[in-house]
């Protein structure tokens, strides 16, 4: 089961830290992804980490601007969003599938509930 959680208002510019928390046994089993869909688009993929936090992905479009970091102690992967800019406004997703993250949605098994976060100009 995922979690994710953080979302909110901010004006362009600005951060937010969004957190997945995982449950299960196997959760360090899981690489996680990160998935935007902005209003009246398709779910896309912002990022992803690998099982062992030691592998990260990003799409182009959030580099140098976007950071994944997960704390397998505590079953928990952070989306750090810097310089946020009104097109990163949408729902936020946490996906999870074994071992590594993948850039296409079908390919995960669980997802969170997702997150709101609001971007103005």
């Known amino acids: 089961q995922l979690q994710a959680s953080g979302g909110g208002l901010v004006q362009a510019g600005g951060s937010l830290r969004l957190s997945c928390a995982a449950s299960?046994?196997?959760?360090?089993?899981?690489?996680l992804g990160w998935f935007h869909q902005a209003p009246g688009k398709e779910r896309e993929f912002v990022g992803g980490v690998s099982f062992s936090g030691g592998t990260t992905y990003y799409a182009d479009s959030v580099k140098g601007r976007f950071t994944i970091a997960r704390d397998n102690a505590k079953n928990t992967v952070y989306l750090q969003m810097n310089s946020l800019k009104p097109e990163d406004t949408g729902v936020y997703y946490c996906?999870?599938?074994?071992?590594?993250?993948?850039?296409?949605?079908?390919?995960?098994?669980?997802w969170g509930q997702g997150t709101q976060v609001t971007v103005s100009s």
């Open positions: 996906a999870a599938r074994l071992w590594e993250a993948t850039p296409t949605p079908g390919m995960y098994a669980y």
């Open positions: 299960g046994r196997t959760a360090s089993h899981y690489g």
